[in-house]
Every structure is written in structure tokens, then in C-alpha cells.
């Protein structure tokens, strides 16, 4: 899959999906270089912190203009904010919740998403029970309440933590209500418009990859 180049520059008109979810990679690590007080970059070293070859930073890096000259690397704190601006992450985002059992407090609760932008100003619940409750810095709200809030909040975002089952009758229910990117975090594939972005989040197919390089491990040390 394909995007339009969202600055406009570069060197092409479309920018493969697998180059984007990179891109937060590159974000983190250079945060992380700028943190250490490293002021300059090669791609060397950065393919050699992302385990990326040189040529193919440079590659994804030039989808989006020119950050570096040759012989002397990249400047790390412009870099950074380059790459915040292509991603978005010059500005707040707001995001719901939908589904507030244990994994719906945790997201709610977790402290990693503010600094980086992404505020969740709502959370949902088709359980009456859970109705009212307060969590942390949103109230509860039932699931009819679910499009006046996100049109009366600016939510960008839905973030669903429901059961399976549950889980296409919500995403379809935030796509009718306007929501274009959906993190996803039910064990399913979801159905969703072309215009609409899922991310789904499944710890067990990451533990499921897993297992098979320890199978493989395993099984040479048999030979």
C-alpha cells in the first residue's frame, strides 16, 4: 500500500506504508540521540541503533526532502522536528476510548501518550454499570452519547478495547460517526473504508512470531 506525499517534496509521489511505520522509529531514536546531547547523525549510526541499513534510512528519509549532507550526517534536533512535522506530531490529538475494562483503564491511565501529543478526552461503555464511573481525567459515557462527543470534542482518534465479538460493530460505529484512524486492539481483522487507517495492536501474534525463532534456536541445538 501506497500514500500520497504529505509535504508535497521528495522524490516521489508515493510513499510506501511500510516507509511511515518506520518513521516513529526514526522519531524515537533520534529523541533519544538529541536526550544524549548528540548533535549530529550519520545514517550509519542510525541504521546501526534501528538495525536499518544506511542506504535504506537515506532511502525512506528522501521521501521527504533533503535533511542531511554528505560527509556530515544529519543534524539531530532539525531532524527530529522534520520528522515530527511529517508525522503529525506538531499539534495535540484527541482520542476516545471504547471499552473500559482492564485494558480500557490501562490505556486510559497510561502516561506515555500526553507528552507525545495524544490526549484521550472520552471513554465509552455499552455496560450501564460502567456508566459515570471516573477514570482518571474522563467520565464514562454510554455508547449513544458516542457521536455528539466526538463531534462536539474534536476526537481524531478511536481507540477500541472491547471483546472480539464487540469489536466490527464498534469500528463501525466510529466510522459512521466520522473517526478516519482507529488503534484497534481486539484479536480481530476489522472491515473498514479505504479512507479509514486501523492499527491493531495483538501481543499474541507478537509472542506467536516469537516462538518460531525459539523453535528454530531450539532445533539447531539439537543437530
Given at each position: 500500500?501506497?500514500?500520497?506525499?504529505?509535504s508535497?517534496s521528495?522524490?516521489g509521489?508515493?510513499?510506501?506504508?511500510?516507509?511511515?511505520?518506520?518513521?516513529p522509529?526514526?522519531?524515537?531514536?533520534l529523541?533519544q540521540?538529541?536526550?544524549?546531547g548528540?548533535?549530529?547523525?550519520?545514517?550509519?549510526?542510525l541504521?546501526?541503533?534501528?538495525?536499518?541499513t544506511?542506504?535504506?534510512?537515506?532511502?525512506?528519509?528522501?521521501y521527504?526532502?533533503?535533511?542531511g549532507?554528505?560527509?556530515?550526517?544529519?543534524?539531530?534536533?532539525?531532524?527530529?522536528?522534520?520528522?515530527?512535522r511529517?508525522?503529525?506530531l506538531d499539534?495535540?490529538?484527541?482520542?476516545?476510548?471504547?471499552?473500559v475494562g482492564?485494558?480500557?483503564?490501562?490505556?486510559?491511565?497510561y502516561?506515555?501518550?500526553?507528552?507525545?501529543?495524544?490526549?484521550?478526552?472520552?471513554a465509552?461503555?455499552?455496560?450501564?454499570s460502567q456508566?459515570?464511573?471516573q477514570l482518571?481525567v474522563?467520565t464514562?459515557?454510554p455508547?449513544?452519547?458516542?457521536?455528539k462527543?466526538?463531534?462536539e470534542?474534536?476526537?481524531?482518534i478511536?481507540?477500541?478495547?472491547?471483546?472480539a465479538?464487540?469489536?466490527?460493530p464498534?469500528?463501525?460505529k466510529l466510522v459512521e460517526c466520522g473517526?478516519k484512524?482507529i488503534?484497534?486492539y481486539?484479536?480481530?481483522?476489522p472491515?473498514v473504508?479505504?479512507?479509514?487507517?486501523?492499527?491493531n495492536?495483538?501481543?499474541?501474534?507478537?509472542?506467536?512470531t516469537?516462538?518460531y525463532?525459539l523453535?528454530?534456536?531450539k532445533?539447531r541445538k539439537?543437530k
Open positions: 500500500m501506497k500514500i500520497s506525499n504529505p508535497g521528495g522524490s509521489s508515493a510513499i510506501p506504508e511500510v516507509v511511515i511505520l518506520r518513521l522509529l526514526y522519531v524515537r531514536i529523541t540521540l538529541r536526550d544524549e548528540i548533535e549530529v547523525v550519520s545514517s550509519r549510526e541504521g546501526e541503533r534501528l538495525s536499518v544506511p542506504a535504506q534510512i537515506r532511502k525512506d528519509l528522501s521527504f526532502g533533503r535533511f549532507k554528505q560527509g556530515r550526517g544529519y543534524n539531530v534536533n532539525y531532524l527530529v522536528g522534520e520528522l515530527r511529517v508525522l503529525g499539534r495535540d490529538w484527541n482520542a476516545a476510548v471504547v471499552g482492564r485494558l480500557g483503564r490501562a490505556i486510559i491511565s502516561p506515555g501518550f500526553s507528552p507525545e501529543g495524544f490526549k484521550v478526552v472520552a465509552f461503555d455499552a455496560d450501564p456508566v459515570g464511573r482518571d474522563v464514562v459515557r455508547m449513544e452519547d458516542l457521536a462527543a466526538i463531534a470534542q474534536k476526537i481524531d478511536g481507540i477500541v478495547a472491547v471483546p465479538p464487540q469489536a466490527q464498534v469500528i463501525n473517526i484512524a488503534l484497534n481486539a484479536p480481530v481483522a472491515q473504508p479505504g479512507d479509514v487507517r486501523v492499527r495492536i495483538d501481543p499474541v501474534l507478537g509472542l506467536q516469537m516462538t525463532h523453535k528454530m534456536m532445533e539439537g
